[in-house]
Every structure is written in C-alpha cells, then in structure tokens.
C-alpha cells in the first residue's frame, strides 16, 4: 500500500503539472479538427463513385479516424521520450537513484496524468463538432467489444509510453534521440493505422504488421472498437499484445540496468 501511495502521489502531482498547460492541449486538440477535416475530405474524395473499399462502406471509415483521433489523446505518447532524455542528461535522474522508488513506475504514473488531461480536452472540440459527425459515426453494438477493447487500450497506452521510454533511455549511450524518435515516428505513423486503416492494405503488409508492437499501439484497440475485427482476431491479438508489453519492459529493464552502468552522476 506504501508503495501505490507514493505512485498515487506522482499521478497526482503530474496531474497537477499538465492542468497548469490544458490550454496547450485543448488548443492542439482544436487543431486536431482540421486534420480531420482533411480526412473526412480525402476520404470523401476516395470513396466517390463506389460504396465500399476493402469491405467498409464510408461512414465506417470515417468512424475509424475519429475514433483514431480520440485514442491519440487518451494513450499516445507525446514527449515522455524527451522528458526522459532531459531527465538524465541533466543529472535529474540522480535524485531516483538514492529514493526507493521505482523511475519506470514514476514516469509512467506521470504519463497516464498527463493522458487524462489531454483525453478529456480533447473530447471537447469533438463534442462541439458532433453535429457534424454524427451522421457519419457507425459503431458496433456488440457488448465484447467494450470487454476487449478496453483492456487492449490499457495495454496500448503501456506500449506507447514503454517504446517512448526505451528511445529515453538511449541517452545513456547518446547525447542527441531526435534522429532515433523521428524515425520511430514515421515507423508507427504506417505500422500503426494512423495513416490508413491496416486492413486496407495488402494482406502479407498486414500480416507482417501484427507481428510487430506497432500494430498494437493505436490500430488494434480502434479496430476492436469500431468492427474492423472479429472475436476471434480481438482474442488472438490481445495474447500477442500481452507478449509485446512483457518483452519491452524487459527491453526496458535491460537498457535500464546497462544505462546505469554508464552513467555519470553529475549535477541533480
């Protein structure tokens, strides 16, 4: 119980520290209307002269990126990365060295803080906008989905932040991650769905992209939810979500115990 005080207690304080910058997250969420505004354009634009494209009518593509949009907010992993970089460069990282508190449990107590802001903030542009989108917002009504779904977004949102602190991390061994984080970027921005819907794309593409922890970042948990997938999928998919988080907060742990035996304790 000490222990998840002390977690509890970080929650609170990031909690604290990014309700100071919710003006930046709900000016960046209302932004986030005019991407949409292209997609729904693009979209439009694709789907003109047919019904369906690889299965799904337009309504259900549309549903996908605005259920996308939302889930970006809620589990995506903005800067932790560089949190974490600027954390150990500095010499911040020391003051964790001689407290009994666990640094992944510390940063991760803090990201989810930080998601529930900008969650929230974000719902509210797509609440102003829903008249508009209403008509194009085709969910399922299947009770597993919310079953399944739910779980697959907690471990989605522990995927992002661990792949965000493992390039963190990297700071150990390099003074500069942009480079790592921008091609990471790009990497999920096509593995993960955000680009396209992965089922649209060529079925070995797609196949190979279940393999990897991209695919179980943002496209598995909106595809649950939105019927881009059956239960038998839903389940098979959660197994090999559960393995990605096991094997990189390994990654983590490892980089973690090797980066220590590196490091300089020097200001903090």
Same mark, same amino acid.
């Given at each position: 119980?000490?222990?998840?005080?002390?977690?509890? +207690? *970080?929650?609170?304080?990031?909690?604290?520290?990014?309700?100071?910058?919710?003006?930046?997250?709900?000016?960046? *969420?209302?932004?986030?209307?005019? +991407?949409?505004?292209? #997609?729904?354009?693009?979209?439009?634009?694709?789907?003109?002269?047919?019904? &369906?494209?690889?299965?799904?009518?337009? $309504?259900?593509?549309?549903?996908?990126? #605005?259920?996308?949009? #939302?889930?970006?907010?809620?589990?995506?992993?903005?800067? &932790?990365?560089?949190?974490?970089?600027?954390?150990?460069?500095?010499?911040?990282?020391?003051?964790?060295?001689?407290?009994?508190?666990?640094?992944?449990?510390? =940063?991760?107590?803090?990201?989810?803080?930080? =998601?529930? @802001?900008?969650?929230?903030?974000?719902?509210?542009?797509?609440?102003?906008?829903?008249?508009?989108?209403? $008509? +194009?917002?085709?969910?399922?009504? $299947?009770?597993?989905?919310?079953?399944?779904?739910?779980?697959?977004?907690?471990?989605?949102?522990?995927?992002?932040?661990?792949?965000?602190?493992?390039?963190?991390?990297?700071?150990?061994?390099? %003074? &500069?991650?942009?480079?790592?984080?921008? %091609?990471?970027?790009?990497? &999920?921005? #096509?593995?993960?769905?955000?680009?396209?819907?992965? $089922?649209?794309?060529?079925?070995?593409?797609?196949?190979?992209?279940?393999?990897?922890?991209?695919?179980?970042?943002?496209?598995?948990?909106?595809?649950?939810?939105?019927?881009?997938?059956?239960?038998?999928?839903? %389940?098979?998919?959660?197994?090999?979500? *559960?393995?990605? @988080?096991?094997?990189?907060?390994?990654?983590?742990?490892?980089?973690?115990?090797?980066?220590? =035996?590196?490091?300089?304790?020097?200001?903090?």
């Amino acid at each position: 119980m000490s222990a998840l005080a002390k977690y509890r +207690h *970080a929650f609170l304080l990031g909690l604290q520290s990014n309700i100071v910058y919710r003006w930046n997250f709900a000016i960046r *969420a209302l932004f986030s209307l005019f +991407h949409l505004a292209f #997609v729904f354009i693009l979209w439009g634009a694709a789907y003109k002269g047919q019904t &369906e494209i690889g299965g799904f009518n337009l $309504d259900q593509t549309l549903t996908y990126f #605005v259920l996308l949009l #939302v889930m970006q907010f809620f589990i995506g992993a903005f800067n &932790e990365d560089y949190q974490i970089s600027e954390e150990i460069r500095n010499g911040l990282i020391n003051q964790f060295l001689l407290k009994p508190i666990n640094y992944y449990a510390y =940063r991760f107590s803090i990201f989810v803080a930080a =998601r529930a @802001v900008s969650g929230f903030l974000a719902l509210v542009p797509i609440l102003c906008a829903l008249p508009l989108l209403k $008509d +194009h917002l085709v969910l399922p009504h $299947d009770g597993w989905r919310i079953a399944l779904g739910l779980p697959a977004m907690a471990m989605a949102a522990m995927i992002q932040f661990t792949i965000a602190y493992c390039f963190g991390l990297l700071s150990f061994w390099f %003074l &500069e991650i942009q480079s790592f984080i921008i %091609l990471s970027l790009a990497v &999920e921005t #096509v593995l993960g769905g955000q680009m396209f819907p992965l $089922d649209l794309m060529p079925p070995w593409f797609f196949h190979l992209s279940q393999w990897l922890p991209y695919y179980y970042q943002m496209y598995f948990p909106t595809a649950i939810f939105t019927g881009r997938l059956d239960m038998a999928s839903a %389940l098979s998919g959660l197994a090999l979500q *559960a393995f990605w @988080v096991v094997a990189l907060l390994a990654i983590g742990h490892l980089l973690w115990t090797r980066g220590l =035996r590196r490091h300089t304790a020097v200001g903090g």
